[in-house]
Nanobody
Framework: QVQLVESGGGLVQAGGSLRLSCAAS????????MGWFRQAPGKEREFVAA????????TYADSIKGRFTISRDNAKNTVYLQMNSLKPEDTAVYYC????????????????WGQGTQVTVSS
């Protein structure tokens, strides 16, 4: 399995920015995408963004397009999520995910998860 450790969450005012990091370690995962998900209180975990280590191809949820950017640093085995123009509805625990099975961008398609990092956006 891949070990994932998220960091960078916190409290920010609406309109502000945060950058989340996800450090990956463990077995070789270069051929697979890494994903970011989030889960707000009382809601299901939802897809945010994903990036392929090789080539850097990305995909985003419609709700965050134009505000969030996913990127990676292959040398550091780290994936980032830059979040700009944050809104109160972005408040959630954000999770990094790996071991994608190639099906679709849903939580059940990923086999490895980090512990999550809390993002709170105040109005």
């Amino acid at each position: 399995q891949v070990q994932l450790v998220e960091s960078g969450g916190g409290l920010v005012q609406a309109g502000g920015s945060l950058r989340l990091s996800c450090a990956a370690s463990g077995r070789t995962f270069r051929h697979y995408p890494m994903g970011w998900f989030r889960q707000a209180p009382g809601k299901e975990r939802e897809f945010v963004a994903a990036i392929y280590w090789s080539g850097g191809s990305t995909t985003y949820a419609d709700s965050i397009k134009g505000r969030f950017t996913i990127s990676r640093d292959n040398a550091k085995n780290t994936v980032y999520l830059q979040m700009n123009s944050l809104k109160p509805e972005d408040t959630a625990v954000y999770y990094c995910a790996a071991d994608y099975d190639g099906s679709s961008w849903v939580p059940s398609a990923f086999g490895s998860w980090g512990q999550g990092t809390q993002v709170t956006v105040s109005s």
